[in-house]
């Protein structure tokens, strides 16, 4: 802040042609500017640091209700006697916090203020509060010399206000300083709005499981990716939710109508495409009903519905979409996936891979990670169980000489034909591990598994008892592979029931099993 003596220069404030504006070239030239900033109608006018009350009188000339404060009582004593009769109120007090009390005003205007304040940030912050919504901030600055206050830097204190700033250069206009000018000098018109909260598009993509495979569909007249793989996919419209949208674009673009108990997310990712503005994605999961099948219902938009493995997705694919697919693959929830500017929106198999996965919440410690089987033929392994993980919705993922994984969420299924193996069969009655269970999702889901088992290696155990071979109120199947390799598939979640009396058909199985 710069101490200067304003009542000792009271009495020659005026002699500078753009003060007192006694020059009526110079005092056009400023009610012409005026003019511009002001609004239109008659408005509340605040003037601070008003001086001798020279922009005050121009404003209250065209029709305006002004008040004007200063802290000099000799600045404040011209200016009424220069304002008087035009109905305008001076006051005595700081420009930093006027004396008004809860009074609102549509314009708040300060020339060659903001740079003497010792704290112009709480001060503008203060002048917003007394601006009526959509009000104007009309602030008129400049440098001189090696004072003042730049318009880079009262746009940058502004800005944290408002975005809509007006930036007008005054030094190259002579007239309105009697003089020509060389350093900067400007006026900031700055409107009383919020700061624009940042938005995104939200939209939806579907996952559509049949086993292994998952649907694609070939973009085609839209102006966007055309000849490029998606998955179905939209916006969420206002009111919509995340769910509801998911079904409706279902709906409109394959056909088929889910329940809501029939998505699950996959996951969530943050998107920018190349040159575009952030969106955020969610990813939902279905599967396959053979009694819904998809079809195109959007010949306009999609030339054509693919099956493609999970594991061999094509190359023509968006990059938006396979990164989703490659997320979900690896267990991913959270991504972010941030294109630069020169990248297109075509999956490049070469190119840089933009997402980066976000770890979720929670300790870590305690679920399970992963189930490593040794098995003594790879090759049948990697059939049998590919089939029956793909078909409860494992994904491929991890290949390597003597092994291969299935993943579902954060946990994965190992099959590994180790050089170290011993014994050629896995007696699952010895101690060590008996059998593996899964969870499917309904009776009829059960039956299809059961029905197609045999042709991938698998035979039913206990098959007179199906699907009752844990209980009455234990709907499930138990299947063994050529190794040895139990697995029960469990229709629904079971329901907790007393302890069955002797002898009760769950140890009946048991026994079975050990036959």
């Known amino acids: 802040m710069t101490t200067i003596d304003w009542d000792s220069a009271a009495d020659s404030f005026d002699e500078e042609p753009d003060h007192g504006l006694l020059d009526p070239a110079v005092r056009h030239a400023w009610a012409q500017r005026l003019e511009s900033w002001l609004p239109g109608e008659r408005c509340e006018v605040l003037d601070l640091g008003c001086g001798t009350g020279s922009l005050a009188l121009l404003a209250a000339g065209q029709g305006h209700r002004v008040t004007a404060v200063d802290r000099s009582p000799r600045m404040v004593e011209q200016a009424r006697a220069k304002l008087a009769g035009t109905g305008t109120g001076v006051l005595l007090g700081d420009a930093a916090q006027p004396p008004v009390g809860k009074q609102q005003f549509d314009v708040i205007m300060a020339r060659h203020v903001v740079w003497l304040l010792p704290d112009p940030v709480a001060a503008l912050r203060h002048w917003f509060t007394l601006l009526r919504p959509g009000g104007r901030l009309i602030l008129i600055e400049g440098v001189w010399g090696a004072v003042g206050l730049s318009a880079e830097r009262l746009t940058g204190l502004l800005s944290e206000l408002t975005e809509h700033i007006h930036h007008e250069r005054l030094s190259d206009d002579p007239a309105l300083w009697g003089k020509h000018v060389d350093d900067e000098r400007y006026a900031l018109v700055a409107r009383a709005e919020p700061r624009h909260r940042h938005t995104e598009v939200v939209d939806v993509h579907l996952i559509l499981r049949r086993g292994p495979d998952v649907l694609l569909a070939r973009r085609a007249h839209t102006g966007y990716a055309d ?42 990712m943050q998107h920018r495409g190349p040159g575009g503005n952030p969106r955020t994605g969610w990813f939902f999961e279905a599967e396959y009903d053979p009694g819904r099948p998809p079809r195109n219902r959007e010949p306009d938009k999609c030339s054509e519905l693919a099956w493609f493995p999970l594991n061999a997705l094509p190359d023509d694919i968006v990059a938006y979409f396979r990164a989703g697919l490659d997320g979900y693959r690896a267990g991913e929830h959270f991504l972010i996936h941030w294109h630069e500017d020169g990248d297109t929106v075509a999956y490049q198999p070469h190119g840089i891979r933009r997402a980066v996965p976000l770890p979720a919440g929670g300790a870590g410690t305690g679920g399970v990670h992963h189930i490593e089987l040794w098995v003594p033929d790879l090759p049948a392994a990697e059939r049998g169980w590919g089939w029956l993980l793909g078909e409860l919705g494992h994904v491929p993922y991890q290949r390597w000489e003597h092994g291969r994984s299935w993943r579902r969420g954060d946990s994965y299924v190992v099959v590994e034909q180790s050089p170290d193996l011993t014994g050629g069969t896995h007696d699952r009655c010895s101690p060590g591990l008996n059998h593996l269970a899964f969870h499917v ?38 299947l063994e592979d050529p190794a040895g390799y139990e697995v029960e598939l469990v229709a629904g979640i079971p329901q907790a029931r007393p302890a069955p009396k002797a002898p009760a058909p769950y140890t009946d199985v048991w026994a079975q099993r050990r036959d």
Request: glycine share 12%; charged share 30%; hydrophobic share 40%.
């Open 227 to 268: 000849g490029l793989f998606n998955g179905p996919s939209g916006h969420v419209e206002d009111g919509e939710d995340v769910r509801a949208a998911m079904i409706r674009e279902a709906a409109e673009e394959i056909g088929v109508e889910f329940g809501p108990d029939e998505l699950r997310v996959a996951l969530v």
């Open 441 to 478: 999702r309904d009776r009829a889901t059960l039956d299809a598994l059961v029905a197609r088992a045999p042709e991938h290696g698998w035979q039913q155990l206990f098959p007179d008892r199906y699907p009752h071979a844990g209980g009455d109120e234990h709907i499930a199947a138990y």
